[in-house]
């Protein structure tokens, strides 16, 4: 191994566990002790900079554990899942599963759930501005050929199902939140995130409107969707739908 | 609007753009020579974010500056990263882009941290490819900053300065010379900073970082989050008499105050650096 890779190999493994710290020892100057604690101001940095990162797509799960419990959760989860990329942005893709193995918050079994939901935020956030697109078009399509429609959904545009009220939870904790904070944990939610402009909506999905958007958003054609969303939810409304869609943007064109 | 519409002239102050004052700076347009923002944090393909650095490239020129590309990776340089970078640079057109001299990544684990590199004929072969590498995909110069570091490497068998100055010379980068990471290198392994300034060419340097650091029992630790120190006020002094003004950055992560305490921060470099060359050219 060249030498650099080897030194950087053993800085690695030294950061990432301590007792390993003899081997980097080799490499540095000044005596075990010294090298001891100025690896661990790196050790803090990279379990800062997980918790910043983590802190920042998941605001709403810091606040329900809290900042102390939460950097825990940071530095348990990067442990196991260390970062990739130089792109934080990227990480903590997999925080949900992470929190629904861990064994300290099996107490909140919906909390992978709101951590779905934050990552959708999370990603809908930094997501392509949707293009301009005139509603008119959908008018212009012949009777015949509107089922074969496939929508084009607004970037960021995603559901997040929950057999727990994760819309509500998610709600209360938000900044400027002025409400009561009850919450009826004896329900089930979709959540439709959205971006609207530059801001994330969250909102809570009808079951029928669901079952449309979910497979709309997975490239389904209008008469195959709507089916499916009608077949399990009688009470499906495909046109008030697809009028709140276009008003607010959701829709920004038609797929071919 | 293009960084040819907003060139950075040879001096002046800038300071770090950050999302708390987004607002304050769009309004009140303070006079700034530049803003600097991580290049990492607009790796996105839109969103507000995004729309506040159109906002701000529409006013001031604008500076990226990498956290995350980890030049010196013994093992790679992370194509896909570089890839974002380009994108961003071609978007924004900036008046600078830099990097560090560092590691951070090895294995398929990144630390996004900036570690250190042994100062060795090794080390210098590999950030030369890499910074070429780099230079030529950006289609333009980037600047290379000298690190913070709290451990040195045994084998090094020369000084950072040094090996950053014969990079510019082999690679035609340039160089972001970090005052407060000087001072803090000084600090922590006992040499003295005004004699490293000798070992660089001044016409290599491109910018000049200020910032605070946080002392943790015998290390300097660079946190960005305090007012630049006075030795560290000093040692700029002797920068801007040496190599003439260059442009300055205000930089501050975390813990960050009001708009107006970078902004006097500003202020005392502006004025530093005129008096320090009217000085030397006396």
């Known amino acids: ?121 999370h990603r809908a956030y930094g997501a392509a501005d949707a293009p301009d697109w005139d509603a008119a078009a959908l008018g212009t399509v012949a009777p015949d050929d509107q089922a074969a429609i496939r929508f084009q959904w607004a970037p960021g545009t ?38 609207r402009g530059f801001v994330v ?14 497979a709309s958003l997975a490239g389904a054609p209008l008469g195959d969707a709507a089916a499916a969303a009608l077949e399990r939810h009688p009470d499906f409304d495909l046109a008030a739908l697809l009028g709140r869609a276009v008003a607010a943007r959701l829709v920004c064109g038609l797929n071919p | 609007m293009s960084a040819a519409e907003h060139p950075l002239s ?49 006013a001031y020129p604008i500076s990226l500056h990498g956290v995350g590309l980890s030049l010196g990776s013994a093992d790679r340089l992370a194509d896909e990263h570089l890839a974002k970078l380009k994108r961003l640079v071609d978007r924004v057109e900036p008046a600078l882009v830099s990097e560090h001299l560092c590691w951070g990544a090895v294995g398929g684990t990144h630390f996004n941290d900036l570690l250190p590199l042994p100062h060795t004929v090794q080390t210098l072969e590999l950030l030369a490819r890499r910074v070429d590498h780099v230079q030529s995909v950006l289609k333009r110069r980037i600047l290379v900053e000298n690190l913070s570091a709290y451990v040195e490497f045994r084998d090094s ?77 000093a040692l700029y002094a002797e920068t801007c008499r040496r190599f003439g003004p260059k442009p300055t950055l205000i930089e501050w992560d975390t813990d960050l105050p009001a708009l107006d305490v970078l902004l006097s921060e500003a202020t005392r470099a502006n004025a530093l650096a005129s008096h320090a060359s009217e000085v030397a050219h006396a």
């Open chain 1, 1 to 121: 191994m060249p030498e650099l890779l080897a030194q950087q190999a053993d800085f690695a493994g030294a950061l990432r566990d301590r007792e390993r710290t003899p081997a980097v020892e080799r490499w540095l100057a000044g005596d075990a002790a010294l090298v001891d604690r100025r690896l661990a101001i790196y050790r803090g940095n990279m379990v800062a900079a997980a918790d910043k990162a983590l802190s920042s797509a998941y605001p709403v799960i810091r606040q329900v554990v809290g900042m102390e419990f939460f950097h825990g959760l940071a530095r348990e989860f990067q442990r196991g899942t260390p970062s990739t990329s130089g792109d934080l942005t990227e990480f903590g893709a997999s925080f949900h599963a992470f929190l629904e193995a861990f064994e300290h918050v099996q107490a909140m079994p919906w909390l992978g759930d709101l951590a779905r939901l934050e990552w959708a935020v």
């Open chain 1, 158 to 195: 995603a559901l997040v199902t929950s057999r727990f009220p994760i819309v509500r939870v998610w709600t209360i904790h938000q900044p400027g939140y002025a409400g009561e904070f009850s919450v009826s944990w004896e329900c089930t939610e979709t959540a439709l995130v959205a971006r």
């Open chain 1, 201 to 214: 909506d969250v909102a809570e999905c009808a079951a029928g409107d669901a079952v449309f958007l979910e």
């Open chain 2, 10 to 58: 040879g001096t002046g102050t800038g300071i770090g753009l950050r999302q708390p004052h987004y607002r304050e700076v769009f309004e009140r347009r303070p006079e700034l020579a530049f803003l600097e923002v991580h290049s990492e944090n607009f790796f996105l393909e839109g969103g507000a974010s995004m729309h506040a650095l159109e906002r701000a490239r529409a």
């Open chain 2, 157 to 233: 068998d020369m000084t950072e300065t040094a090996f950053l100055a014969e990079l510019a010379r082999r690679t035609g980068c340039g160089l972001l010379l970090d005052v407060n990471n000087l001072y803090v290198n000084a600090i922590n392994f006992g040499f003295d900073p005004v004699a490293r300034l000798a070992e660089l060419d001044g016409s290599a340097i491109g910018e000049v970082h200020l910032a605070g650091h946080a002392v943790v029992d015998d290390c300097l630790v660079d946190t960005h989050g305090s007012l630049v120190c006075d030795p560290v006020w």
